[in-house]
């Protein structure tokens, strides 16, 4: 492949830059106060009525489809709570996010917003959605949910915010990474899942469906709803898992699943007990005779990856492990 | 160029895919009661304090860059309101969208979902922002903002819609149109034109700009702030325009300005009377000595388009009388 002097980087051979939308359907706003509108600043104060049909549960997802894909599957991207696919796009700290890493692998790739966020739009609540939707404090994305720093550790003032030792996600641009934070429900997760198997319908010739966090569980779902489509699951620091009391693994034997874990979990109880979800589900592929890889990075020597693994400084190298086991796969 | 024989489109030679916010600020929450946030379906129930610091006020920009660029500056495009940046990157029925048309054409993309909507994100109301969204109805949308219909004409039934005579936007597909929506805030407007002339700022070789509707006159006013650095200003049915009485517009007499105008503009007063501030604009500017191109494409001989100008079935046609306005001005 040609390379460029400027960034030593080969150029990307694309075909077609896109997005779609899948999901939705119609829902009416009744009983609502006639309103105005003001469309632009200065402009003319317009009577409306909100009342009517608005799109309710669209899921969005975006496609770099390359000329010659080495991978004979595109690679499916779907990010965690309160998130969006920008997560897979940049770096807090401005390297290139793992969908660029994934394009120069080989994979067409689709990264999506699932329901309720991002490009994927939202609807009223509560008359549609029951409930308002939480907006993730600093504190908590700092000391719990991707676990930067112990509990307490969080400082309004830069110069007080103190890490877990070793921390390998760029600290200083913690606010870069707030600004990929969206609001989150907790009651869509059945017009999500039923998103995300709209979507793996339009791929006959199968996908791989790589997710992180919130996405894990949807991931293994959609496996287990279609895993004649699913031709690998990887599941990053999964928050929740299938219950193998009520679901038959052996659904899914034929998928490999990878799961993959990086360092300080046993600094928050929220995530000592999201992990058990995903060791039982673990244990009951493997008793169905799946192929399942477990890796837990300070195990294999890596330490200090955070819950965004993606946004860590070596996002590149765990990207690498990443690769590695899809190659063995397909 | 490479053709390819599958679809006879040359390949995007590409250099970099990525993207970034600009703008935020953390806002404090406070006084808010304790709740409890499940994450995931079937995991646990987590106490939670909604209080402390989140991210407002930022945008979000998507760019992919060329590998060997001919337009010697970049194209921003800035989208409408209640919209995202969704409605460059394809059409209700499936074609391209106009950032594939202006990669292709050589030019450097930077789309971006404006402040309070899509992949930037939104702050709390009442606590951040003071007012609730709003909602845009399909009937709002096909009668009135996007002038798919008259008034009266918007159905629940599709095969009782009635669309204008002659109307190019792909009807069939609204509902994926409607998909594209999200919901709008009258009150981010000073929040909203701080982050797009941030996002100016970035750019120090100059840019083009490329509005449409609510997006006019942030183009316009981010050109009025950093004349150095808009190269060209184009506004498809700007929504709004400065005031020549509170503006000078020899501040970007040297800025060549294209406004484009679709058909049935006569067929609701929201419009009418939404021109009238762009004449008014492209009047002053005339008077200061600027360049000023104002097509209205039913008097060239272009009739059926709607408000949704890149989503019409001819966006193409429309996309190059953009095109060879662009190449007359670099």
Chains 1, 2 share one sequence.
């Not at 409306?48 to 975006?62: H, S, T």
């Not at 929220?270 to 890796?295: H, M, N, P, Y």
Request: with cysteine; hydrophobic share 40%; glycine share 8%.
């Amino acid at each position: 492949m040609e390379m460029r002097m400027t960034d030593q980087q080969p150029t990307l051979r694309v075909r077609d830059i896109g997005s779609f939308h899948v999901g939705g359907h119609m829902v009416r706003l009744e009983g609502l106060p006639a309103r105005v509108r003001v469309s632009t600043a200065g402009g003319p104060v317009h009577p409306i009525d909100p009342n009517g049909e608005v799109m309710a549960g669209q899921m969005y997802v975006q496609y770099v489809c390359l000329a010659e894909p080495k991978s004979p599957v595109p690679l499916l991207m779907w990010h965690g709570g309160g998130m969006t696919g920008v997560n897979w796009e940049t770096t807090p700290d401005g390297r290139p996010g793992w969908q660029m890493f994934f394009l120069r692998a080989g994979f067409d790739t689709y990264v999506s917003d699932a329901v309720e966020r991002g490009r994927a739009s939202w609807a009223p609540f509560p008359q549609v959605y029951p409930e308002a939707p939480y907006f993730r404090t600093a504190k908590e994305v700092w000391e719990e949910v991707f676990r930067f720093g112990p509990v307490g550790s969080w400082h309004t003032d830069p110069a007080r915010r103190r890490t877990h030792s070793g921390l390998r996600f760029p600290a200083a641009e913690v606010e870069a990474f707030l600004c990929q934070s969206v609001p989150r429900w907790s009651c869509n997760d059945v017009a999500t899942q039923r998103a995300y198997d709209a979507l793996l319908r339009r791929f006959d010739d199968g996908v791989v469906i790589l997710t992180h966090s919130q996405g894990g569980n949807f991931g293994m779902t959609a496996a287990l709803h279609a895993p004649e489509r699913a031709r690998a699951v990887i599941s990053l620091e999964p928050s929740g898992a299938p219950d193998p009391e009520r679901t038959d693994a052996r659904l899914v034997k034929d998928v490999p699943h990878l799961f993959l874990w990086g360092d300080y979990l046993d600094q928050h109880p929220f995530w000592l007990k999201s992990r058990t979800a995903s060791e039982r589900w673990r244990d009951s592929l493997r008793d169905a005779g799946c192929a399942v890889t477990w890796i837990d990075l300070p195990a294999i020597g890596i330490h200090g990856n955070s819950h965004a693994l993606m946004s860590d400084d070596n996002s590149d190298v765990v990207a690498g492990l990443v690769l590695d086991w899809m190659r063995r796969q397909l």
